[in-house]
């Protein structure tokens, strides 16, 4: 069991499915133990609806998320360096992780984490594909720091 960092950024490519999750579900089982954030490689999408619904499935708010790229990140005053652990979601944020953090000493993981997007036809099977990434994310992150 490793021991929680100090703070954790999760990426994925539109920050409106995966990242934000595990930012919430980490905020839930850490609370304010850890700094979290997320971003993604673009920020062209917003919070995506089966995302709000099935983290409030197990109590975590997503409404108020507002999608934001590393680029952003950065605008906002948060230095990419001011993170011990980047942990990317999806194959195109590992590299743009690698890329960005090429001359820091961060940590960057890769977690295989299913993009539910396009999975399903009707409302049940698409919420279903959205749980499975959702306790893909929560399995993680149990995993990861927490016995």
């Known amino acids: 069991m490793a021991a929680l960092p100090q703070s954790v950024l999760f990426c994925c490519d539109h920050n409106a499915v995966r990242s934000p999750m595990a930012e919430g579900i980490m905020k839930k089982l850490h609370g304010t133990e850890a700094y979290v954030q997320s971003v993604g490689v673009a920020n062209d999408l917003e919070i995506d609806g089966f995302a709000i619904a099935v983290c409030a499935e197990m109590g975590v708010e997503l409404e ?39 001359y820091y000493h961060i940590k960057v993981e890769y977690w295989p984490i299913m993009d539910p997007t396009g999975i399903g036809e009707t409302r049940e099977q698409k919420l279903n594909a959205y749980r499975q990434t959702r306790d893909q994310i929560a399995a993680r992150l149990k995993g990861r720091w927490q016995g």
Do not use: I, K, N
């Open 64 to 102: 108020r998320h507002r999608s934001r790229s590393f680029e952003e990140l950065e605008e906002m005053g948060e230095a990419l360096s001011g993170f011990d652990l980047v942990v990317a979601l999806s194959p195109a944020s590992q590299r743009a992780a690698l890329e960005l953090t090429r």
